[in-house]
């Protein structure tokens, strides 16, 4: 006999609802879908049970006795229907997020949906439509979609989000005394080059026009400013553009300004320090044999594991020559790994200046003529600052010690996940929009997403992809019974349980 749907009563009166199955007069019972205590119950979970049976059939008739005559039968209250079904906690959770960080101040529904549908699963405006939908929410038309993006230009949306962005993060670390900032490029699937989209330097050696852009984050990675550039635009000269921005929006000038070597350079540093910025950026090593000229003296190449030492250096010429902090570390992990790498760069210059590998730039490699060697002076200068690394500050040392200077500059990870989440959680690039307005606007459309990932990121502990892969199964039903409809709350398992309960208290289904 196949299986068939049985009603039971139980002790404490409430209906049991099994899937059984009777083979040579043995019944047994297949699974136990759940116990009802009232008529909306029953239907939920006669409902279930169907499903179960048949994948795909949507309707039956709940007055159907069962097929076991022992099976107590339900009132009949005519065909049930699957009116709907939508992922209401999910969409709370990120509703309640957005409006957390200030950002309902914009009054776009459509914008607001793009920004969601960006943290479930980022794709192009038509895309967009289809994923609100599979959420089982009223989709915008994609002309909708275009015009919300227009609006972000026109009334610029970017200006509201990341005053709301500033005021997130003050609320969260109590001041505004220091920024993060480094510079990506995002690609575009397209051969043709303009005034924007040029072909530049790429970390990952592609040739496809690209876009340059700056983000600027707080100490904990939360975003505060997202800055374009044309993508043959060298880095060094976005850093000051990008904080005068940040200065005029928010009237900010007391603040030490984080970034990589790759900005280091004597016009910026000035160019910060006249803006009424302080700075820590890393110094690259060309100079440092110099500056630790009296440890060399004195010591040799021995350093002890995170020894720091200090020295001033004299950058720019003429005018524009400014001393400067320098800190220096070593760290043993480091040497360990800059000496395989130096190992490994002195093997492939030993190749190629014999002959078994074809000529190429190298570091340890110098060529005049036709006479390629070894540049001896250069490895050995390598070798005895294995370990180092130097920072450049413009704080001195009664405001900020040797130790909080390199603490600081390591919080410049915090930059790189988050560009990692906008890249390839919220999937940034390749972009698909030609027009510098759209791209503009694409990118609004990401900071909001990225805050609203750090801000979930920061309260739940998980990452925005596991924050959705665990919440998105949740679907609210809707069951229609005759002229009334039933709503049915999902069953929150353990793991959305734990997400959930760390974040405040939201009027989403189930919670």
């Not at 980022?122 to 599979?134: C, F, Q, R």
């Not at 900010?252 to 990589?260: C, G, I, L, N, R």
């Not at 540093?269 to 004195?298: C, M, Q, W």
């Not at 665990?470 to 709350?489: F, N, S, Y």
Request: glycine share 8%; proline share 4%.
């Amino acid at each position: 006999m196949s299986p068939y749907i049985r009603k039971v009563k139980t002790g404490s009166g409430a209906t049991a609802v099994q899937i059984v199955e009777k083979r040579s007069g043995v019944r047994r019972i297949l699974e136990h879908v759940g116990s009802a205590h009232g008529e909306a119950d029953l239907a939920v979970l006669l409902q279930a049970a169907q499903d179960r049976l048949n994948v795909g059939q949507q309707a039956f008739d709940l007055g159907l006795p069962s097929s076991d005559h022992d099976a107590a039968p339900g009132p009949s209250l005519g065909p049930a229907v699957v009116a709907g079904t939508r992922c209401e906690v999910l969409w709370e959770v990120l509703s309640e997020a957005y409006s957390r960080l200030g950002f309902d101040a914009l009054a776009d529904e459509a914008f607001k949906a793009m920004v969601l549908a960006r943290l479930i699963e980022p794709a192009s405006k038509a895309a967009t439509v289809g994923i609100l939908e599979d959420l089982g929410f009223p989709a915008a038309h994609r002309n909708t979609l275009a015009a919300a993006l227009k609006r972000c230009q026109e009334r610029d949306y970017r200006d509201t989000l990341a005053k709301a962005c500033l005021a997130h993060s003050v609320r969260a670390t109590g001041s505004a005394a220091m920024v993060m900032y480094d510079v990506t490029t995002l690609h575009f699937e397209n051969e043709d080059e303009d005034e924007l989209r040029r072909v530049g330097m790429s970390k990952e050696h592609r040739v496809d026009p690209q876009v340059q852009v700056g983000l600027l984050v707080d100490p904990g990675g939360f975003p505060l400013e997202v800055h374009l550039f044309e993508g043959n635009k060298a880095e060094t000269t976005t850093l000051v553009p990008v904080l005068k921005a940040f200065q005029e929006r928010h009237g900010v000038t007391d603040m030490v300004v984080v970034a990589d070597a790759g900005m280091l350079s004597a016009g910026n540093l000035n160019a910060l320090e006249d803006a009424g910025f302080s700075f820590i950026v890393g110094s690259r090593l060309a100079k440092a044999p110099y500056d630790l000229a009296e440890h060399f003296e004195r010591h040799g190449d021995h350093f002890e594991d995170g020894q720091i030492l200090e020295s001033t250096r004299t950058m720019g010429t003429g005018k524009a020559a400014r001393e400067r902090r320098i800190v220096y570390q070593y760290s043993f992990k480091r040497a360990k790994r800059d000496r395989r790498n130096i190992n490994l760069m002195v093997e492939k210059a030993e190749r190629i200046a014999d002959g078994s590998t074809p000529l190429r730039k190298t570091r340890f490699l110098k060529v005049i003529g036709a006479e390629k060697a070894l540049d001896q002076a250069t490895i050995d200068r390598a070798r005895q600052l294995a370990g180092v690394k130097g920072y450049v500050t413009s704080l001195p040392k009664e405001t900020m010690g040797g130790n909080a200077v390199i603490a600081a500059y390591h919080d410049l990870w915090q930059v790189e996940a988050s560009f990692r989440m906008t890249k390839s959680d919220l999937k940034a690039r390749p972009v698909f929009h030609y027009q510098r307005e759209a791209i503009e606007a694409h990118l609004t459309v990401v900071l909001a997403a990225l805050a609203i990932a750090r801000c979930l990121q920061d309260t739940t502990g998980v990452t925005i992809k596991k924050l959705v892969r665990t919440l998105k199964p949740l679907r609210t039903v809707d069951i229609r019974i005759g002229a009334q409809t039933i709503t049915a709350a999902p069953a929150i398992s353990p793991e959305a349980r734990e997400v959930l309960d760390r974040l405040p208290p939201i009027n989403a289904p189930g919670h």
